[in-house]
């Protein structure tokens, strides 16, 4: 039986496959029959007290990395005696089982299957890692271990979901990684339940794939595709292996078999080598593609990796970007 306040909170900060890992950690600490709870960093001055504090990071830009720092430090102003458990890009890398035991002591969890408790959308990660080196990122220096979990895997952790799990997302870091993604859909749809995919690369998207997707009956057609640029030379600058001409035929693609698709994008706003013309190539990209989200990160420099090399644009500059983009983006959350 589990008490009935929490013993252990855990925080998440980022991609969807931080949450999915947070669900990982929590399910492990069910298994060892420790309560605990996913809240949101905003909650920690109102929390009751609790053993531990895991805090998920992320380190995706600076920005992102800077918040996941300032919340463990209000773990500690406000939740001064709990102990901290780190795990996340920003943190260093952590699988699941060891942020469980390392929480727990050692005695090893009772199932590897990850349940999640609370929520009606399921995260399931099924690969983790990339190796693509855009030159503005550090995950490849972070997570740069391949790694995709078998399809019955995949599929005994969908079905082991409870009732009160309408959703799940399939969610990698790269799933362009993942050996056979066709294979994975089919046998995804087949557990009955509606599932989307987090995020694609371009390159992933294939008229196979549509095929093998046209064919599933429980999925969503929202595509998140990450364009990050609309301008060519951006693009190879980013190490980017697409056009925009490829990506529009992508998009159009999917609008032909798909009419009800929604389509999001990631876009990196004022990468160094983006200049006045190369912005307004982005611009007009967007304003002809009619993309449904768009999420506007500002370009900032990731230490260690080629872009952080370059000579950055001024602030100003990059700001009042951000601003004519925002008027044709809904900016996600
Ligand atoms: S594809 Fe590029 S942006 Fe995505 S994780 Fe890999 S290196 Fe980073």
Known sequence: MQSQAPTVYIITYGCKVNYSESEAVQSQLRAMNIACEMVSDGAISKLPP?????????AVTSMAEKKSRYGVSKIKRYHPDAKIVT????????TPEMVALEVAGVKEPENGVIVNHGREKAFIKVQDGCRNFCTYCIIPYIRNRIECRPVDEVVAEIRAQGPHVT???????????YPNFSELC???????????ISSLEPPMITKELIGVLQQCQHFVPHFHICLQSGCDEVLRAMNRHYTTAEYAQIIQMLR????????????????PTE?????????AFLQKIKLDKIHLFPFSPRVGTEAAKLPPIQNSIVTERMKILSQIAKIGE
Do not use: H, P
């Open 50 to 58: 609790a053993q531990v504090f895991v805090v998920n990071s992320c």
């Open 87 to 94: 795990m996340g890009c920003a943190f260093g890398r952590k």
């Open 167 to 177: 959703s799940v997302v399939l969610c990698g870091i790269n799933l362009c990684y």
């Open 186 to 196: 089919r046998a995804v749809d087949a557990c009955g339940v509606a599932w989307e």
């Open 256 to 271: 032909d078999a798909f009419s009800t698709a929604t389509f999001g994008t990631d876009l990196i706003v004022g990468f």
């Open 275 to 283: 200049t006045d013309a190369a912005f307004q190539t982005t611009l």
